[in-house]
Structure formats: structure tokens, C-alpha cells
């Protein structure tokens, strides 16, 4: 979801990863006749989002606790529940958004929280504290938030986009036609036609769900891909001039040219929270603690905010940051454009009524 | 040389692990994805276990079935392609001298070094609006138009207009023509390399023109070669999903995209396993009709 590269780079600690785990199970499992909980051995399993964490973070981690960090990377919430869904490999702490926190949730995929052994969650803003898809973070605590919005080309669009209209209205695409770009993701696209349509983001409502689809449909002669998490380097090179993308994304390619913005339409988006989580049947609870503690650290935090440019919970981390990233709309959305915005909730059953949606506007 | 059928122990030995092998690996996977596709998807996306034909009668719902042709259609296109490309390709290195033979087929088999991710990818900046390929037509372009106000004509071609060569079916068809060409030289070059030069001889010999002998005797013999090849290169490409997800534009989905959607973001592994399935019936079917001719055909030979 957070970039190409984290689709597609090949994962090369896997095998590690595996001989680590194998090795991690016999030695804990020997270690825990005698010693209690505390004495954990001094490994980590981390599972995250590609290029989501800072340069330093793991290492200083490690200087600080002398524990050793075995770090996989995952493209996307359904790969990591594919991985965790028959089971935990072996892992201790992973990074779901939102939804999938929930659904994780009604499975009994997460343990929860000792807040006690997290006080750093001291420093999160208060917004952030009582999420509805865990209530009073008793599984979860939030780590990055971000928006999906359009990033454009400002010499190549008429004035400043303001609206979803511009690439969801076939008149008013036309302008742009074959220079525009959406996500490849159905219920992102789904999501954002239905929120400038006035309806609700997590609508079970076939009806409104099929003008969604109609919509699009219409629109999309005038749409040059779908893009697979590469849209901020199509808007770079040239390819588009606009594209859906998530905001971090085209934070990190608005660094390179400053031709290019991103905008939160008026209508409302998504926004979506990821959050630090430790599955069930993780080998190595206290150190996952400990690990999501060390992350909301005040000057850590800073660090990973500095280097990935997703907006931040963590509201002293904030605070102390330079304006180029609390000023950035690309960061942070402003307040009157968020209030539109809602998180995507797991539809559940329903799912397959965005699922032939989106077959039916691939397929036309 | 002694029959393996009497010296069986020997055959089991030999058969034994390779055996194994596809049944733990092959079999068993495949079986276990037919019952999926029997089975209910659960609110959060759960595989239960049950006895409905549902997943089946909405793989068979005319936009499914559409998807389905469309694939089939772009993978035969891909074929013949791969074929025209192709066979001139075997042609060449099995008539090559022989100690140019082993070079050209590492050439053939070189882009396989290389992962399949950086090479779809290199397409997208060779065929991009500002990539490879435009930017040579832009310099070809440049000297024509410089060549022209030479003669006395300024501007005669006018401005550059990039072609839109990526996000279409064209690139998806490029793409896997690309991936998939050396599974069709390969198995035509190795029956190429074993035909009998002497019938093209002799068909030469006794007044059948260069096309007549490709035709009426080259490509007959080499039948076998061409339609193991054409299958390899029809059913790969006909299941992609990679090359259309990144160089297809709004209408590629094909069937292989549908089905990594059905296990991935829908969550719907039982519906994925139907459309699975639903491919492999006809390959099933296929074969099954191919055993029994083959059978009727012994049988009626050794009745005459």
C-alpha cells in the first residue's frame, strides 16, 4: 500500500527470518523452564510495511536492548493476514490498519495490551487514543496515519484541484483524459467514488454501490491505469498528471519536484490508521513491548516520522518536528477536508458486493 | 539395452522420489484447492468447508466467462506471435554451425538469469511516454526535421507526438511475448535439432520449392515440437498475472488477475479455487478424450 517498492522488492531476510524463528522457538522454549518471562531471549520478530520505519530505529534499538531484530517487510494488510491466517509463523509485532485490526480482532488474532509495560503511549494525541476499531487500544496502538488523496502536476492541471469531480466526472476527466491515474485497490477507488457520490465509504447498500460502479465505469475511458502502488513514479516521470494516491507516497515524490501536490478533495476521503499489534502466539511478548514503547519514544519517533513521512499520532513527536513536515498537506491534511474523511471498515460478508463491482469496471 | 519393465525394483527406485515429489507438491495442493472451491467464504474472509456448487455458478456468470475468453484470446495472440518470432529463431541456431549452436541457445536462455520483476519492469521504461523507445523516436524525429530545413523546409514533420505505447493490451501482448518466448524455441529447436536433414533433402532433391518443403514437409515433421511449445507458451500466458497488472492499462484484467484478487484482497479463497478449477476442467477433459483416441487408435492397429 505505502509504495512500489514495497510491492515488489524481493524480501531478502525471508530465510533468515526462517532459521532465526526455528532456532528462536528451540531456545525459548528451553530457556522457559527456569526463567520467567523477563528473561526472554534477546530476539524480535518484526513484521512492517516496506519502507516504513526509520534508518536508525532498529539499530538503535538494539544498542539500547541488546535485542536482535529479525525485520520482514510486507506490500499490503491481506498479505499479512494470508501469512497470519493459519497461524503465527513466528512473529512478534506487526502493523494492520485499521480494518484489518478488526477483523484480526473478531478472530482472535491479537493478544492484548499490557499498557503498563507501553507508557510512552502517554505521548499520543488524544484523537488517536480510542480508535473504534479497538476501543481504548487494548490490542492495538496507533503508529502512522495517512490520507488518500490526488497527487497532481501543477503546471499540467487548471488551477488547484479541489474535488473528487475532476477525475471521478467523465466531463470534467475528459480534460485530462489518459492522464489520469487511480489506485489499483477496489475499495480504495470504490471508496472515494462513493464519498463523492455522498454516500458513505463502508456502505453496504448495493445500490448506491453500483452507481459507484457506474460512475466509474463512465469515467474510465479517460483513465490510463490502475496503478499497483506506483502512481507517485508515474506522476514523477511524466506518464500522468494526476493520480490517486496515498499521501506519503507523493510526500516522498513532492521532496524531488516541486511541481507536484497533493490534495485531499472536499468531498472527503479515506483515512486510515496503522497500528503496532502483537499477534497470538508470538515467541517473544516482553520484548514486543518493549519494542512498541521504545517506537513512541519521543526522539525514536521523530526520526521514523523524519524519514517516512506519514503523519504522526504521536502528538510531543509532532510538536518538536520542523514545519516542513507539520505544515505539509501532503502530512497532514487540514482539519476542515478531515472531517469528511472516515476510515474503511471491514464490510465483511459484503465484500463481495465491492469485489464484482470492481470485476465489473475491469471488465467493461 | 535390458526393457525397464523387467527390472522393475530398479524403475520404483528411480520413480520413487520424483513420485513423492508431485504427490506431496502437486496432488495434494491441487485437491485441496478443489474442495476449496466446494466452500463458503466467511465474514472476515475464513475458508469454511462445505458443499456448494455456488462458487461454480458464479465463475460460469456471463462477465466471468467474459474475462475468461478474454484471456484465452490474448494468450492465443500471444502464441502466434511466439510462434511467427519464434521459429525462425529454432530454425537458426538448429541449422547453426554447431559450435555456434551452444552460445546462441545461452543467449536464448540468458534473460532467465535475470528475475522476472526487473525484466516486466524494464518494459515499462522502454515503452513508457518519456522512455526508451520514445525518446529514440524523438532523436529520429530531431535529425529528419533537421535534414528537412536543410533541403528548405523548417519544421516539416512539426512537433514530436510521444506514442502511447504502455497500459494497453499491445504492451500486455509485448510483455508476454517476451517472458514466454524461449519456452517455444526450446522444445521446437530440440526437434529441430533431431529432424533428418535428408527428407528436406530430398524434397529439395525432387522439385518442391524452399516454401513448399517448409510447408509440407518441415512443419509436419516438426509438429510435435510446435504444439508442445505453443501449449507451454499458450497456458503461461493465458494465466499471468503479473505482466497485465503492471504494463495492462484499464481493460487487462485477465483471469489470473481475478483469481490473485479472489485470494488476496477479496479474501475469497473458495470463489479463486472455483475459477481455478474452471480452467483446468477443459485441460482435463482435453486429456481425458486425448487417452482414449489414443487407446482406440492402438486398438484398431492391432486389429489390422
Not at chain 1, 490490542?139 to 471521478?168: C, E, N, Q
Not at chain 1, 465505469?217 to 493520480?243: C, Y
Not at chain 1, 515467541?283 to 519521543?298: K, M, S
Request: net charge negative; with cysteine.
Amino acid at each position: 500500500m505505502k509504495t512500489m517498492r514495497g510491492r515488489f522488492l524481493p524480501r531478502i531476510s525471508r530465510r533468515a527470518f526462517m532459521q532465526g524463528s526455528a532456532a528462536a522457538v528451540g531456545i525459548s522454549f528451553a530457556g522457559s523452564a527456569g526463567r520467567s518471562w523477563s528473561a526472554e531471549e534477546k530476539r524480535l520478530n518484526v513484521y512492517n510495511w516496506d519502507t516504513y520505519i526509520g534508518e536508525t530505529t532498529l539499530g538503535t534499538f538494539n544498542a539500547r536492548t541488546g535485542i536482535v531484530v529479525q525485520y520482514d517487510l510486507y506490500a499490503d494488510n491481506e498479505e499479512l493476514f494470508a501469512k497470519l491466517k493459519e497461524g503465527n509463523p513466528g512473529y512478534d509485532v506487526i502493523v494492520p490498519s485499521d480494518y484489518m485490526v478488526e477483523d484480526m480482532l473478531a478472530l482472535n488474532m491479537l493478544t492484548p495490551l499490557d499498557h503498563s509495560k507501553i507508557p510512552n503511549i502517554r505521548h499520543l494525541d488524544g484523537a488517536f487514543t480510542n480508535p473504534a476499531y479497538d476501543p481504548g487500544m487494548k490490542h492495538s496502538v496507533p503508529y502512522m496515519w495517512g490520507t488518500i488523496g490526488l497527487g497532481y502536476r501543477k503546471s499540467k492541471v487548471d488551477g488547484p484541484l479541489v474535488s473528487w469531480a475532476d477525475v471521478f466526472e467523465p466531463e470534467r476527466a475528459k480534460r485530462y483524459s489518459g492522464r489520469i491515474a487511480y489506485l489499483g485497490d477496489m475499495r480504495a477507488v470504490l471508496g472515494c467514488a462513493l464519498k463523492y457520490l455522498g454516500y458513505g465509504m463502508n456502505t453496504t447498500n448495493a445500490s448506491e454501490i453500483a452507481k459507484a460502479r457506474d460512475l466509474l465505469i463512465a469515467t474510465k475511458p479517460h483513465i490510463k491505469t490502475f496503478a499497483e502502488d506506483n502512481g507517485q513514479d508515474l506522476l514523477l516521470s511524466g506518464e500522468v498528471d494526476i493520480t490517486m494516491e496515498w499521501s506519503g507516497d507523493i510526500a516522498a515524490v513532492m521532496e524531488e519536484d516541486d511541481d507536484l501536490t497533493y490534495v485531499v478533495p472536499q468531498e472527503g476521503s479515506n483515512v486510515w490508521v496503522d497500528n503496532l499489534c502483537i499477534p497470538t502466539g508470538a515467541p517473544h511478548p516482553e520484548n514486543a513491548h518493549n519494542f512498541i514503547n521504545f517506537v513512541h519514544d519521543v526522539d525514536v519517533h521523530m526520526e521514523i516520522a523524519n524519514t517516512i513521512y506519514f503523519a504522526t499520532p504521536n502528538k510531543d513527536a509532532k510538536d518538536r518536528m520542523p514545519a516542513e513536515y507539520t505544515e505539509n498537506p501532503a502530512v497532514f491534511a487540514p482539519q476542515e477536508v478531515l472531517k469528511n474523511c472516515e476510515a474503511l471498515l471491514s464490510v465483511g460478508e459484503h465484500t463481495r458486493l465491492y469485489d464484482e463491482a470492481w470485476t465489473a469496471i475491469q471488465a467493461s | 539395452m535390458e526393457d525397464w519393465r523387467k527390472n522393475k525394483g530398479a524403475f520404483a527406485i528411480f520413480l520413487g522420489p520424483a513420485s513423492f515429489w508431485l504427490l506431496l507438491f502437486f496432488v495434494i495442493p491441487l485437491i485441496l484447492v478443489w474442495v476449496y472451491s466446494f466452500g463458503e467464504r466467511g465474514p472476515q474472509g475464513q475458508t469454511y468447508l462445505a458443499l456448494s456448487f455456488e462458487n461454480y455458478l458464479r465463475a460460469i456468470e456471463p462477465i466471468h466467462l467474459g474475462i475468461m475468453l478474454k484471456s484465452i484470446w490474448i494468450g492465443a495472440i500471444s502464441t502466434a506471435v511466439c510462434l511467427v518470432v519464434g521459429f525462425p529463431v529454432a530454425m537458426g541456431i538448429a541449422f547453426a554451425p554447431s559450435r555456434w549452436k551452444n552460445p546462441l541457445l545461452l543467449i536464448v536462455v540468458l534473460p532467465f538469469f535475470t528475475n522476472l520483476l526487473i525484466r516486466t519492469y524494464a518494459w515499462i521504461a522502454v515503452l513508457r511516454t518519456r522512455g526508451f523507445l520514445n525518446f529514440g523516436l524523438e532523436w529520429v524525429h530531431e535529425k529528419a526535421n533537421w535534414l528537412f530545413a536543410l533541403a528548405g523546409f523548417p519544421a516539416a514533420l512539426g512537433e514530436f507526438v510521444p506514442l502511447e505505447l504502455l497500459y494497453n493490451q499491445y504492451a500486455v501482448v509485448i510483455g508476454l511475448v517476451y517472458v514466454h518466448l524461449p519456452f517455444l524455441i526450446l522444445p521446437l529447436y530440440a526437434t529441430l535439432e533431431k529432424l533428418d536433414r535428408s527428407y528436406l533433402e530430398a524434397s529439395l532433391d525432387l522439385g518442391a520449392g524452399q516454401w513448399r518443403t517448409f510447408f509440407s514437409v518441415l512443419v509436419p515433421l516438426v509438429m510435435p515440437g510446435i504444439v508442445s511449445g505453443a501449449l507451454l507458451v499458450f497456458i503461461l500466458s493465458m494465466g499471468n498475472f503479473l505482466v497485465p497488472d503492471l504494463l495492462g492499462g484499464t481493460d487487462s484484467l485477465m483471469i489470473g488477475n481475478l483469481i490473485a484478487r479472489e485470494y488476496g484482497a477479496a479474501r475469497d479463497w473458495p470463489f479463486g479455487s472455483a475459477l481455478s478449477f474452471m480452467i483446468m476442467y477443459p485441460v482435463f477433459i482435453f486429456f481425458v478424450i486425448n487417452a482414449m483416441v489414443a487407446r482406440y487408435r492402438t486398438r484398431r492397429r492391432a486389429e489390422v
